[in-house]
């Protein structure tokens, strides 16, 4: 079963608006992670969050980590055209995991100019 | 340039044709994992490999095999392809043996008649 879900699957939003997408998982984690996709390309790491943490920022990004409702959300301030992409999670859950990820099913951002 | 490299990038195959299709990465990483990815399942691992000769099964092991010789190279071999592994693949690698801020390959785009 999916460990990451995504909400929402699609998201379409003005250039300059705030784009929020969620992150449900199941099992505990040690972290979590986001990536973006742009188009069949390959994945590209945007910020990774520990499950001792609460908060994180990276330019325009903004991830919170809610263990305790095992959720995650990733903020994108003043969106872009450019930040038009897929969306994933992915946690690493350790213990008898240990070593492997698992991905979300993602959500679609559209910023329209 | 640090990239991880997978070839072919399109192949296109008939039913029981061994295959094999080529990752390779110049970060020195230690870790490095298969997923494929299809409409509306996101992205699912494979097999993954923290070190040379350690490897483990992902979510989706059945009907692949891979090996780690080399700490660069972590090929992905299809011993009897079948129309339901036809997938975009992809091949990413980390620093350490976790699967933590991963690089992804370009990806490889599999058909199987």
């Known amino acids: 079963s999916q460990q990451g879900e995504e909400d929402p699957q699609a998201l379409s939003i003005q250039e300059g608006e705030n784009a929020t997408m969620n992150c449900s998982y199941k099992t505990s984690i040690n972290n979590l992670q986001w990536y973006r996709q742009n188009s069949g390309r390959g994945l590209v790491h945007l910020i990774l969050i520990r499950s001792n943490e609460r908060e994180k920022h990276s330019g325009r990004l903004r991830v919170t980590l809610d263990t305790s409702k095992k959720s995650s959300s990733l903020l994108i301030t003043a969106s872009r055209a450019a930040d038009t992409a897929s969306y994933f999670c992915?946690?690493?859950?350790?213990?008898?995991?240990?070593?492997?990820?698992?991905f979300g099913q993602g959500t679609i951002l559209t910023v329209h100019p | 340039e640090a990239q991880v490299t997978q070839n072919p990038r399109y192949l296109i195959t008939v039913t029981g044709k061994k295959l094999t299709v080529t990752c390779s990465q110049n970060?020195?990483?230690?870790?490095m994992s298969w997923y494929r990815q299809d409409p509306g399942l996101g992205l699912r691992q494979i097999y993954y490999?923290?070190?040379?000769?350690?490897?483990d099964k992902g979510d989706v092991p059945e009907g692949y095999k891979v090996s780690r010789k080399e700490k660069r190279n972590f090929p992905l071999i299809l011993e009897s392809p079948s129309p339901n592994q036809t997938s975009l693949y992809f091949c990413?690698?980390?620093?350490?043996?976790?699967?933590?801020?991963?690089?992804f390959g370009p990806g490889t785009r599999l058909l199987v008649l």
């Open positions: 992915a946690t690493d859950a350790g213990g008898t995991s240990y070593g492997k990820l698992t």
């Open positions: 970060m020195n990483h230690e870790y």
């Open positions: 990413a690698s980390s620093f350490g043996g976790l699967p933590e801020t991963q690089y």
């Open positions: 490999s923290m070190n040379v000769e350690v490897t």
